[in-house]
């Protein structure tokens, strides 16, 4: 029996101001109406356009559990099309990306389509004479997603024509993206390589908030990052600290470092931890960068462009970025207790190579499945995923400095072990949950 | 030993395979150089370990932290600890090269990682780079490259 389909109020009923429950995380029916309505009310990231650098070139992902395709088209701009033949359904391309030339050219019966999805041919088109094709859906070729943005090369979608435009959905939070785009001494990123996909059995949602979980680095990796920070102690003295410990050991910062971070939350679940400092702040300096920063920018932009270091950066719904080092995560949901994650590192172009370096060492460090860091984490969501089945207690807590006279959607600093950020995110999917309900 | 036998090389590799099927990670450990590299490439053929990204670049820094760590009282996602298996076919030498100090092996393996209820099963070609130090063969550089490299995996939380 639907308990929330069709039911506005059960659905607005599963978050309170500083309590979720647990539906939220393991219900069947909550899922598939996160993928009709969130994932469809809210702007997707869906891929760099450094992913398609010329016509034809195309890269499939999916928004919610649709697959879609990012395609450059024969003008240069990047469409954003569903990954079907309007025909059968058969799916398009079969590799994740690729050059399609010309056109599209389903496999399966040989209708063809124009890098926008628009039909150009098929085989023995006679026999559709006088049958009406034009005006069928399928006679309108693959379909496009209808709002596309290209924010400085991040490429974003939305379905549905609910909700806000680009620049309202985002709003300030895009200074965390140009940010990360400004590092490069020509303001150009490129994608730099493929990305490291972790799978884990649990919900999209409790990746997202780990994001700004700033109560748990120091306890969860004490295994991790304390061994690094053990293990180096021991190194003979005058050794130079080697990256992998400059990248390993402020994790393992008291809270007081934590809380003076502070935090930013601005409106539709967007927000970020590291508003003074951050875990990103003390790297070493790579020599040659600084100079080349100050002859684009000038020394006063140069420092106030590298002297922000945004720890995560949550872009709602389920999307992180880390400026200071150039790598986004991504959280594909797959089902209410499975999820992909997929991290994606960038060149700052025009940048020493050792920036990509530090770039690539903190992404195995920290968010491969073979990474121990990693290991951490994902046993604590899997034992969460399996706690919540727990009939006693139904409700997650998110109470951390909470204040029942909280504003929403606003812009606000605070104190960087606070879990409002989360309840930020929570009042945002309730929002984009029932808007188009 | 001046040069090893080709022998003595194929069971050298055998027997690294057996320490971390046991949880001897300490003698592991030892059987690698200190200048020594354990590799796993995330992209088919991947040349470059540095600017593009791998599953795992680990110096031996990086290999001595793993280990304390799989010992830590509070390595959690090793409570319980996970087992593994090697099923290898006999090592082939590729290359020796005695006035280099350099032998270089190609084992096909399958690695199997167990943990609570379950079973994964990797297969994967590892190519080791021997050098003899002290009249001991030792691993200077350990590549293991998995059939499906760019795959999603859960964890991987022992050593190939
Ligand atoms: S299904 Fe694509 S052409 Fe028939
Ligand atoms: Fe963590």
């Known amino acids: 029996m639907a308990r929330y389909r069709d039911n506005v109020e059960a659905v607005r009923n599963l978050v309170r101001p500083a309590e979720v429950h647990r539906d939220v995380y393991i219900d069947d029916e909550v899922f598939q109406l996160e993928m009709e309505h969130l994932f469809a009310n809210t702007w997707v990231y869906i891929g760099h356009d450094s992913q398609v650098p010329n016509p034809g070139d195309y890269f499939g992902t999916t928004i919610g559990l649709q697959p879609v395709l990012m395609v450059r088209h024969t003008d240069q701009s990047v469409k954003v099309l569903f990954n079907r033949c309007p025909h059968k359904g058969t799916r398009i391309t079969t590799e994740t990306c690729g050059n399609t030339g010309k056109f599209f050219r389903c496999p399966y019966h040989a209708w063809s389509f124009k890098t926008d999805g628009s039909l150009l041919a098929i085989p023995l088109k006679k026999g559709y004479e006088n049958t009406g094709l034009e005006q069928s859906h399928a006679g309108q070729g693959m379909t496009p997603v209808r709002h596309v943005h290209n924010y400085r090369g991040f490429v974003f979608a939305k379905i549905n024509d609910f909700g806000q435009g680009f620049e309202e959905f985002f709003g300030e939070s895009l200074s965390s993206f140009d940010n990360m785009i400004d590092r490069s001494p020509v303001g150009k990123l490129e994608v730099a390589g493929l990305p490291l996909r972790y799978m884990h059995n649990c919900n999209w949602k409790m990746l997202v908030e780990n994001q700004t979980d700033t109560c748990h680095p120091m306890v969860a990796h004490e295994s991790s990052a304390g061994t690094a920070v053990n293990v180096w102690k021991n190194a003979p003295p005058g050794t130079r600290k080697p990256m992998a410990v400059e990248i390993f050991a402020p994790f393992m910062s008291p809270y007081e470092f934590f809380e003076n971070m502070g935090i930013r939350v601005w409106p539709n679940g967007h927000g970020h931890t590291g508003v003074h400092h951050s875990i990103h702040s003390d790297y070493s300096a790579i020599p040659g960068y600084f100079e080349k920063m100050v002859a684009a920018y000038g020394e006063e932009r140069a420092k106030h462009i590298l002297g922000e270091n945004r720890h995560n950066t949550v872009y709602f719904p389920n999307l992180m970025i880390k400026g200071p080092i150039q790598l986004i995560r991504l959280f594909k949901p797959l089902a209410p207790n499975k999820t992909l994650v997929e991290s994606y590192t960038f060149r700052l172009v025009d940048a020493p190579d050792v920036l990509l370096e530090r770039t690539q060492m903190y992404n195995r460090l920290i968010n491969a499945p073979t990474s121990v860091v990693g290991h951490d984490d994902l046993e604590m969501y899997e034992r969460a995923q399996e706690g919540l089945h727990v009939d006693a207690n139904q409700w997650v807590n998110v109470q951390r400095l909470y204040d029942p006279a909280e504003p929403v959607d606003v812009t606000a600093e605070t104190n960087g072990t606070t879990e409002w950020q989360m309840r930020n995110q929570f009042h945002a999917w309730q929002k984009f949950m029932t808007m188009s309900m | ?160």
């Open chain 2, 1 to 160: 030993m001046t040069s090893p036998t080709d022998k003595e090389i194929i069971d050298f590799v055998i027997h690294e395979a057996r320490l971390l099927d046991q949880h001897r990670f300490e003698e592991w450990l030892a059987l690698y150089t200190d200048d020594a590299y354990y590799w796993m490439p995330l992209e088919w053929g991947q040349t470059d370990p540095k600017l593009v990204g791998s599953l795992m670049y680990e110096d031996k820094l990086l290999l001595q932290i793993r280990v304390e760590r799989l010992k830590g009282n509070r390595t959690f996602s090793q409570k319980p600890k996970s087992r593994c298996h090697h099923v290898l076919q006999t090592p082939q030498i590729d290359s020796r090269d005695d006035a280099k100090n350099e032998y270089v092996t190609w084992t096909p393996m399958h690695y199997v990682e167990t943990r609570h209820d379950d079973q994964q099963l990797y297969a994967a070609w590892a190519t080791h780079t021997l050098t003899v130090v002290g009249g001991v063969l030792k691993i200077k550089l350990k590549r293991v490259d998995l059939v499906n490299c760019e795959a999603a995996f859960g964890n991987i939380q022992l050593f190939m």
